[in-house]
Every structure is written in C-alpha cells, then in structure tokens.
C-alpha cells in the first residue's frame, strides 16, 4: 500500500503564510488535502488530478490556498496564505480520485500534520 508522509506544519500568526508537503512512496493518482480541526471532522480542503489539470477547494480555502503537484517527486503541496485561526487543524494528505466536477478521497492518508494559526 502506498505510504504518505506531510511536512511543513508548524505555527504560525495571523496573515502569515505556511506551505506544506506530501510524499508519496509510490505513484498515485488524484491527491488532496483534508483537516480535522480539534472537536470537529475531518474536511475537504483541496484537490488536484494526477496530471495537475483540474484543482478543486472548499469554498473556505479558496483564493488562499493553492495545491500543486509534482508527479517526478511524487509529491503534493499546499501552499497555504493569509491564514486565519479557523484554519487551525491537523492537516491530513490523501491518496484519492476525481471526476470533472469533485474530489474523492479513497482509504489511504497519511499520519497528519499541526497547523496552529495565532490570533
């Protein structure tokens, strides 16, 4: 099974800017984001195809974050700006699909990582 390991957590203030990474062990196809902030479940934060193409954002995301890929690496990031402190979670990489309109995750995600956004 393929293994996924984020980087790049950490803390941050308000407006400030953060980017994390994801390796993959092996190829994988649509890769994506998600958060559980303490309390609450996990959601949707972004998406992206194998070939980088199509990108999809929660509404709340969208306009600050940007995901991107390098399929040589066999990596994903998230390049993550004007944070805010509902944006504090544990950010969790996926392994998924996607069709034309949305992003799936499928039952392969990493350990997770801490974002803390002060206020």
């Known amino acids: 099974q393929v293994q996924l390991e984020e980087s790049g957590g950490g803390l941050v203030q308000t407006g400030e800017s953060l980017r994390l990474s994801c390796a993959a062990s092996d190829s994988v196809d649509a890769m994506g984001w998600y958060r559980q902030a303490p309390g609450g479940e996990r959601e949707f934060v972004a998406g992206?195809?194998?070939?980088?193409?199509?990108?999809f954002y929660a509404d709340s995301v969208k306009g600050r974050f940007t995901i991107s890929r390098d399929n040589a690496e066999r990596t994903v990031s998230l390049q993550m700006e004007t944070l805010k402190p509902e944006d504090t979670a544990v950010y969790y990489c996926?392994?998924?699909?996607?069709?034309?309109?949305?992003?799936?995750?499928?039952?392969?995600w990493g350990r997770g990582i801490q974002v803390i956004v002060s206020s």
């Open positions: 992206i195809s194998y070939s980088g193409a199509k990108k």
């Open positions: 996926n392994a998924g699909g996607n069709t034309g309109s949305y992003y799936y995750p499928l039952d392969t």
